[in-house]
């Protein structure tokens, strides 16, 4: 009988692919009981957590699974940590069919090692694939082959709690074709690196941001809602002339001038209203930006104490640090966890944001709560043993 499949591609129209009979030999999903590992002969000496440099050293090995469209997915593996060998025409490297993902394991005072809501970036990480037509895979498998990795790299995870261990699973189209499409092989791989702060100067060191509105990262209808390597490579230069300036990081806005990203990092504003109410503001989540924010708006709700909305323009929240009601402002992620923002320069004008002058005490409190989950210092769901 025959059969049709409608490929996971959006935005591009639809792809059937008619099929004269049952696939045979096809493997839908990869599992973690499949999994084969190759131990390193030559481990590497563990680095002093004091002397960590994010993303610069990395474990002894990594975890792959590969992919093709006549066989399915393969065996995962765990093997040394070694280079790739990529065709000179993989649609990652012409194309950009690729994405990434970033979350950590946490090492608390009690020697457990957690990981922090791994479930919610297997589901990004999902979405990610579908809109860059990589093929779907079963996220419970995935996060199992990862906590499996974690346990032979379990010497590395730092026992400090100012340094993590950061996981990368990495996913990419190796088809080798100088043509359009979707890729008919794809690779799967985690690697993992000791990270120490995300910026030089530690943990809550406040930044500074320069806002061009000539520049923008997303756009309606396109993919700023997932973590495509795309989306990252073209900021890069805007970054540099952000440090040039002084600044760490680039604030993205909108053509309408509305706040969006902080560099890699969510953007959270605490002021009062008009009104004289307290009230925590956060950029919409309406397709432009990577939804990460999800923990701080659940941890803000959860306590009930000040209003929660999306919003605002870049004039809202200058009028506001004018009138004096702007007290924090701050962005968060998986590298930076929370970070303070100390000015904005934009128009020309530096801007200064008080937020340290106001303990932060909002930032700090995000800061505490989460560190105190991922390390295990409080008992929570969202904090996963190993």
Same mark, same amino acid.
């Given at each position: 009988?025959?059969?049709? +499949? ?128 990589? *093929? ?38 190796? #088809? ?11 690779? +799967? ?7 120490? *702060? ?10 500074? +941001? ?23 490579? *073209? ?19 909108? *053509? ?22 307290? #009230?925590?503001?956060?950029?919409? +989540? ?18 009930? #104490? ?81």
């Amino acid at each position: 009988m025959a059969a049709a +499949l409608r490929s996971r591609c959006r935005g591009g129209g639809a792809l059937v692919v008619t099929l004269l009979g049952p696939r045979r030999g096809y493997n839908h999903v990869f599992r973690a009981s499949d999994l084969e590992v190759e131990r390193s002969r030559s481990p590497k000496a563990k680095p002093d957590p004091q002397e960590l440099v994010f993303g610069r050293i990395f474990t002894d090995h990594m975890l792959t699974i590969e992919w093709t469209q006549a066989s399915g997915w393969g065996r995962p593996h765990i093997r040394p940590f070694q280079d790739l060998r990529l065709h000179p025409a993989s649609s990652a490297l012409h194309y950009a069919v690729e994405l990434f993902e970033g979350m950590k394991a946490f090492r608390g005072a009690d020697d457990k090692i957690r990981l922090f809501r791994p479930e919610l970036n297997m589901e990004r990480m999902e979405r990610s694939a579908e809109r860059v037509c990589l *093929p779907a895979f079963d996220r419970a498998e995935l996060l199992e082959c990862i906590r499996a990795l974690l346990r032979l790299e379990q010497e590395w995870v730092p026992r400090s709690d100012s340094a993590s261990l950061y996981i990368r699973p990495t996913f990419v189209g190796t #088809e080798p074709l100088t043509g359009g499409g979707p890729p008919g092989r794809a690779l +799967l791989f985690v690697i993992l690196c000791p990270v120490g *702060p995300y910026f030089p100067g530690g943990h809550f060191s406040p930044v500074g +941001l320069l806002a061009d509105p000539s520049y923008t990262r997303a756009w309606p209808g396109g993919a700023g809602h997932c973590k495509l390597g795309g989306n990252y490579g *073209p900021t890069i230069a805007l970054q540099r002339t952000a440090q040039a300036q002084g600044c760490q990081q680039v604030l993205w806005l909108r *053509p309408e001038r509305l706040l969006t990203e902080v560099g890699t990092m969510n953007l959270f504003v605490f002021w009062h209203r008009e009104d004289g109410e307290l #009230e925590l503001v956060t950029p919409p +989540l309406d397709g432009l930006i990577l939804p990460g924010v999800q923990s701080l708006l659940e941890l803000a709700r959860e306590w009930g #104490e000040f209003g929660v909305r999306e919003g605002p323009p870049m004039e809202t929240v200058l009028r506001a640090l004018a009138q004096g009601r702007l007290r924090e402002m701050f962005g968060s992620g998986t590298a930076c966890v929370v970070c303070p923002v100390g000015g904005i320069l934009y128009g020309g004008k530096w801007h200064t944001i008080p937020t340290m002058e106001h303990g932060p005490e909002l930032a700090q409190r995000f800061l505490r709560v989460l560190s105190d989950i991922q390390y295990g210092r409080v008992p929570s769901k969202w904090a996963q043993p190993l």
